[in-house]
């Protein structure tokens, strides 16, 4: 065990950090830098941690990233200042190498896993220090591979950022790690290089006026600068989990009038809770930065494997006053409206805008939001297993939105606070837990507002026909169904996942074998049971029956469905869609808006998803 629950012992190095090369010769050029890449915001180095249950050979990894970097050249080559323009940066391709260091700490993973909450200075032990004068200095691809003492691994990448996003970087150690466990299959994406889709038009042409950045001059005495405030002081780290039931209960309170993804709700709460925290003047403009992928909003769009930086800020702003006393509504609102702007040209006007390198991004009284989650970084296999803990290997004023491992729609909020203010911020961010508590124990966490306590059932028809011993004969028309039955009690059934109820459904059918069905027809011989509807939703599916086929010679249906409708449900068939299916039930009038908004709630998961391809969330870097 840890001596102290926070500090990290020393890494033993048992040789010094080597440059590993591409393995086979590469391009020698420079390769030009679009002004989302080299923007003064971006120039540091995204830093990632990973502890992995079980280690990995450091020579497979040495061999794999050798292969890889002959893919992704420029991470092998140096940063530097182009001949025309000193704060214009490009990639010398040289093929000079990554940095890659061995280490070993005495600890295990699980002790490391009790204090992966949230970062400490300590934790810089784990990526090797490149001594450098300056920032171009660094190589763009520095690695630190440090072996525990339970046979587990803790693998630290810094990736500069104006070479890659957190699409760029997700897309690159995937790769790394695919070679590394499938040495013998070919790129899962063929990574492109080319940044010259974001160059600027010529002459530029900013056509907007751009909130998220600004010329203002720094030794102005009269703008409040929160970056300066907040870097002046002692900062803590704080990270708070919201969980799947904690994010519903926030677009709850959007419902039904505004329809949100689980990123506009948890920024414009995160938003909220760090300006009320800080107790700046009501009359101050406070703005919210927040990465969006640009990837899909371009025209052309971007193609597939751009890895370089094809994000910008949008910019939510009011002024504090207006945030702090409104609802989350009003922040949504906000988030939403900033996002709705980022077309085409007003991307290129913002590119256009960077040429200008006097303009630098307005952090004076904004909160920076960089999403972490949905983008897949915590999937990464190197052939022993995912991480047991995917983060950042440090806590700045930045926010981030991690990934929680083992839960793909959960979100860890990190940021660092001055000493003083944390304990104020965190009361903030959790005052919906508790409003959440308050609302399950009053039944209002669902469209029925039913009592969390209450056990609810499902009840759903199941063809017995095969079932039964012996059969029932083809052409048998009569009734040759029973209905399942899941159940659970409201609260674990709207705070759980999806799997939860699935493996209800499962188990309910399960049950339907032969004695079972000749149980319930023998207790129906007592005319004085019923089917219980009390707490029940019935569903009846008439999908896959082939009721759509039906053809008098004229050709098929343009449509089928239901004469009436009623409280009870039915899944219809979708006309020239076998696999789709029409859900039709009739719902009280008060409730059923709110119904249909929880119903299309994976809508937005899953457009998201599609936008990125592999199942990733790409719209916030």
């Not at 899962?188 to 290089?193: K, S, V, W, Y």
Request: charged share 20%.
């Amino acid at each position: 065990m840890l001596k102290s629950p926070v500090e990290l012992p020393d890494c033993c190095y048992a040789n010094q950090p080597i440059l590993i090369c591409p393995s086979t010769p590469t391009p020698k050029h420079s390769l030009y830098l679009s002004n989302l890449d080299d923007q003064k915001f971006l120039r540091f180095s995204i830093k990632y941690l990973y502890l992995f249950k079980k280690s990995v050979s450091s020579d497979n990894l040495k061999y794999s990233l050798s292969r890889v970097l002959v893919d992704y050249y420029p991470l092998a080559g140096r940063l530097r200042a182009t001949a025309e323009d000193e704060q214009k940066f490009e990639v010398d391709c040289n093929g000079e190498g990554a940095v890659f260091a061995e280490a070993f700490m005495d600890i295990t993973a699980e002790d490391f896993l009790q204090l992966s909450n949230k970062p400490n200075r300590s934790w810089r032990k784990l990526l090797y220090r490149v001594e450098a004068l300056t920032f171009l200095d660094v190589p763009p691809l520095v690695v630190q591979v440090t072996n525990l003492r339970c046979g587990g691994m803790i693998l630290c990448t810094a990736i500069n950022h104006c070479l890659c996003d957190g699409i760029g970087t997700s897309q690159f150690l995937q790769t790394w790690a695919h070679i590394t466990a499938r040495p013998n299959l070919g790129l899962p994406i063929t990574p492109l290089h080319n940044r010259h889709m974001l160059k600027p038009r010529s002459p530029p042409k900013s056509s907007f006026t751009h909130p998220e950045y600004t010329r203002t001059n720094p030794n102005d005495n009269n703008t409040i600068d929160m970056v300066k405030f907040l870097q002046s002081q002692p900062l803590v780290p704080t990270s708070l989990t919201f969980t799947t039931s904690h994010i519903l209960h926030l677009k709850r309170q959007c419902v039904p009038s505004l329809k949100c993804t689980t990123f506009e709700a948890l920024a414009s709460h995160t938003w909220r809770c760090w300006v009320k925290s800080l107790d700046m003047s009501p009359s101050l403009n406070a703005k919210l930065l927040f990465s969006v992928s640009v990837r899909k909003k371009m025209n052309p769009e971007l193609p597939l494997g751009y890895y370089g930086n094809g994000f910008v800020l949008g910019c939510a702003q009011t002024n504090v006053k207006d945030l702090v006393t409104s609802n989350l509504y009003h922040g949504v609102k906000l988030v939403q409206q900033a996002k709705s702007t980022l077309n085409d040209e007003y991307i290129r006007s913002m590119i256009d805008l960077l040429e200008d390198k006097s303009v630098k991004t307005d952090l004076t009284t904004s909160l920076v939001i960089s999403q972490w989650s949905k983008l897949g970084l915590e999937d990464l296999d190197f052939g022993e297993g995912k991480p047991l803990h995917m983060g950042s290997l440090t806590s700045d004023i930045y926010c981030l939105f991690l990934p929680v491992i083992g839960d793909f729609d959960a979100v860890r909020v990190l940021v660092s606070m001055p000493e003083g203010i944390v304990e104020k911020f965190e009361y903030f961010m959790k005052e919906l837990w508790d409003k959440e508590d308050n609302a399950d124990a009053n039944g209002n966490g669902n469209s029925l507002d039913m009592s969390p306590s209450l056990n609810a059932k499902l009840l759903f028809s199941v063809s017995v026909r095969k079932k039964m011993n012996p059969e029932l004969p083809l052409g048998y028309y009569g009734n040759g169904f029973v209905l399942g039955c899941a159940q659970t009690n409201v609260k674990d059934l709207v705070t759980s996942n999806l799997y939860h109820g699935v493996k209800l459904v499962q188990q309910a059918k399960s049950t339907l074998n032969d004695e079972y069905i000749r149980s319930m027809i023998d207790l129906l011989e007592d005319k004085s049971v019923k089917t219980d509807l009390t707490t029940s939703l019935v569903i009846s599916q008439w999908s896959k029956l082939g009721l759509e086929d039906l053809d008098f010679g004229e050709g098929k249906p343009l449509h089928m469905g239901s004469l009436t409708s009623d409280i009870y449900c039915l899944f219809l068939p979708v006309i020239g869609d076998f696999d789709a299916v029409r859900v039709l039930v009739s719902m009280p009038e008060g409730i059923v808006e709110k119904f249909e908004y929880f119903m299309k709630e994976l809508w937005d998961k899953e457009d998201n998803a599609d936008a990125n391809g592999n199942g990733y969330h790409g719209e916030d870097i």
